[in-house]
C-alpha cells in the first residue's frame, strides 16, 4: 500500500533543479559529469530543505518532550511517508539506515541470523555473480558462520537466467538476494518474475534497488519483495543515508546488527540524523513527481550516445541492450585500456569500472562473469547519464572519443 502524501515540500524560493539546458546548440559546461552510478549531486532543492533541519530545528527526534524533538520526529516521519511512497510500501516498513551498503547487510545477515534451522547457524541463500560486493561480501561473511550460499552465473546478456533461479530454490532456502539493475551494466532483472518464485516456495527475496529507485518505477507487493535496499545519493540526495524496506504483513523477522538504543523498532540504533533523513525523503519525492518525464528526456540522450558510439571502431556494447535503465551504457574499445582512454577525455567524468571497484586493479568480476575476456573487461568504460546531462554534454564526449580513438 502507499500512503498518502501532501505535496512536495519544496520550500517557497528553492532553487531550481540541478539540470542544464538540453539545448545542443549550446557548449557543454566542463567538466561533464557523466558518472551518475557512482553518486548523483545533491539536487538543490534537497540542499534548501535539509538547510533548516541542521541551523534551526536540529532537535533530536526521539527527544519527543520539547518543541525541537518533535519538530524532529515529525520530519523524519514525514519523510519515512516519501521514501515509502516511492516503492509502494507502508512508512511503517522503512528503517533507517546509513545506506544500501548497510541496507544490504542488515537484510542478509539479519534475515539468516533470523532463522537459523535446528536452533543453529546454517541454511541455505541464493544470490548473482554479478552482485555489488555489498550483497556478494556478506553472503562470503555468511558463509564463514556456516551457511551454504549459491553464487548463480548471469546469461551473457548479464540477465538471471529463471529456470536456473528456480533449481537453485531448496527446501532449506532462507533468502535470495538479486538487484533490479545492475551497477556496472545497468540491466534490469526480472524481479517480478523472482517474487513469485521465491513466495511460492516460502523463500524471502531481498532486492537491492539503489540503482533502480528514481529510474524505474516499483512496487514492493506487486513484486513480491520481501526486503529492498535504498541509497539517497544515487537519486540526488546526501551520503550517509539509505532506507531498507521490510515487510510487514506478514512480518519478516530479521536480527538487528547493531545494539544500542532500540531506535527504528529495535533493527537500527542510533541517534537518526533529521537533516539527511529529509534530503532523503526530498529526493525520493522530487523523483517520483518527475520520473517519467525525466527518463523519457534521458533515454533520447541515451540513444544519441548510443548510435554515436556505434559509429566508432572497436566498439562492443555489455549488457542486454532493451531490458536496462536509459541512464547506463557499458562499452568496451576494442585494443584500448578504458583508463588509459578516460585519462585522454578532457574535461570528462566517466568511469572505468563502478565506484565499489575502483582501488581494485583486476578486471570487472561483472564483465568476467558475462564471458568477457580480460582484456574486453580491462577495456570496459561505463557512461551514465543523470539530471545534469544535456545533449552538449553527449555531444562532446563523442567528439573526445573520436579523436582519442584516432
Not at 523463500?203 to 529507485?213: F, G, I, K, M, P
Not at 544515487?234 to 530479521?254: D, H, Q, T
Amino acid at each position: 500500500m502507499t500512503d498518502a502524501l501532501t505535496p512536495s515540500l519544496t520550500p517557497p524560493g528553492a532553487a531550481a533543479p540541478c539540470r542544464r539546458p538540453a539545448d545542443p546548440s549550446s557548449p557543454p559546461a566542463l567538466p561533464v559529469y557523466l558518472d551518475h552510478a557512482a553518486t548523483t549531486p545533491v539536487d538543490p532543492r534537497v540542499a534548501q530543505a535539509m538547510l533548516v533541519y541542521m541551523t534551526e530545528k536540529f532537535g533530536n527526534p526521539a527527544s519527543t518532550s520539547h518543541a525541537f524533538g518533535l519538530d524532529g520526529a515529525f520530519a523524519v516521519e514525514r519523510a519515512r511517508k516519501q521514501v515509502a511512497a516511492l516503492i509502494g510500501a507502508a512508512a511503517s516498513d522503512i528503517v533507517w539506515t546509513s545506506g544500501a551498503t548497510e541496507s544490504n547487510n542488515l537484510a542478509l545477515k539479519g534475515a539468516a541470523h533470523a532463522h537459523w534451522t535446528n536452533g543453529g547457524r546454517g541454511g541455505h541463500l541464493v544470490t548473482v555473480a554479478t552482485e555489488h560486493k555489498a550483497v556478494l561480501d556478506t553472503m562470503r561473511r555468511l558463509e564463514g558462520e556456516g551457511y551454504d550460499v549459491t553464487y548463480l552465473q548471469p546469461r551473457p546478456d548479464g540477465l538471471v537466467d529463471l529456470t536456473a533461479f528456480e533449481a537453485a530454490l531448496r527446501p532449506d532456502t532462507i533468502l535470495a538476494s538479486v538487484m533490479m539493475v545492475n551497477n556496472e551494466i545497468g540491466v534490469i532483472q526480472p524481479i517480478a518474475a523472482l517474487g513469485r518464485l521465491c513466495r511460492a516456495r516460502g523463500v524471502l527475496l531481498h532486492v537491492d534497488a539503489a540503482q533502480a529507485a528514481g529510474k524505474l518505477p516499483i512496487d514492493v507487493d506487486r513484486l513480491q519483495v520481501d526486503l529492498l535496499s535504498l541509497s539517497a545519493h544515487k537519486l540526488y540526495g546526501p551520503k550517509g543515508i539509505g532506507a531498507l524496506y521490510v515487510r510487514g504483513a506478514p512480518a519478516v523477522r530479521l536480527e538487528a546488527q547493531m545494539d544500542g538504543g532500540g531506535h527504528e523498532k529495535g533493527l537500527r540504533s542510533g541517534t537518526l540524523p533529521s537533516h539527511q533523513i529529509v534530503g532523503m525523503g526530498e529526493a525520493c519525492e522530487l523523483a517520483r513527481l518527475e520520473m517519467a518525464g525525466e527518463s523519457a528526456r534521458i533515454a533520447a540522450l541515451r540513444d544519441r550516445l548510443r548510435d554515436g558510439l556505434a559509429a566508432l571502431p572497436g566498439v562492443r556494447f555489455n549488457g542486454d541492450l532493451q531490458q536496462r535503465i536509459p541512464h547506463n551504457l557499458n562499452v568496451s574499445f576494442t585494443g584500448v585500456g578504458a583508463e588509459s582512454l578516460a585519462d585522454r577525455l578532457p574535461g570528462i567524468a566517466v568511469s572505468a569500472g563502478s565506484a565499489c571497484n575502483a582501488a581494485s586493479a583486476a578486471p570487472s568480476y561483472v564483465l568476467r562473469a558475462l564471458g568477457l575476456s580480460d582484456a574486453h573487461a580491462r577495456s570496459a568504460m561505463r557512461i551514465s547519464l543523470g539530471r545534469t546531462t544535456s545533449a552538449a554534454d553527449i555531444d562532446y564526449l563523442l567528439l573526445q572519443l573520436r579523436l582519442a580513438l584516432h
